[in-house]
């Protein structure tokens, strides 16, 4: 069983910044990516951002130069630090770990909400 807990989601003006934390527990391997993804309302989930456990990247080219993916395989974390936030970047944001090679599934935090407002 895996269970992933965020952290660190707020209020914050534009051009401010925040950093999500996802702490996993449960069967995490290094060769599972893990990654954030975040719902606005009204549109579908998408990917922010994902991280291999030998520490490579990939972002949305949205976030591109402005949002920070890291990870700690000894404590299973995973952080993303935000930059330059946008009202744009207001949304739930949930961890994922993607175990299809062990488990043939994905793992999801229950989100936590991310708002960009002045």
């Known amino acids: 069983q895996v269970q992933l807990v965020e952290s660190g989601g707020g209020l914050v003006q534009p051009g401010g910044s925040l950093r999500l934390s996802c702490a996993a527990s449960?069967?995490?391997?290094?060769?599972?990516?893990m990654g954030w993804y975040r719902q606005a309302p009204g549109k579908e989930r998408e990917l922010v951002a994902t991280?291999?456990?030998?520490?490579?990247?990939a972002y949305a080219d949205s976030v591109k130069g402005r949002f920070t993916i890291s990870r700690d395989n000894v404590k299973n974390t995973v952080s993303l630090q935000m930059n330059s936030l946008k009202p744009e970047d207001t949304a739930v944001y949930y961890c994922?770990?993607?175990?299809?090679?062990?488990?043939?599934?994905?793992?999801w935090g229950k989100g936590t909400l991310v708002t960009v407002s002045s």
């Open positions: 994922n770990v993607d175990a299809r090679l062990n488990a043939g599934i994905h793992y």
């Open positions: 449960g069967s995490i391997f290094i060769f599972n990516p």
């Open positions: 991280i291999t456990g030998g520490g490579t990247t």
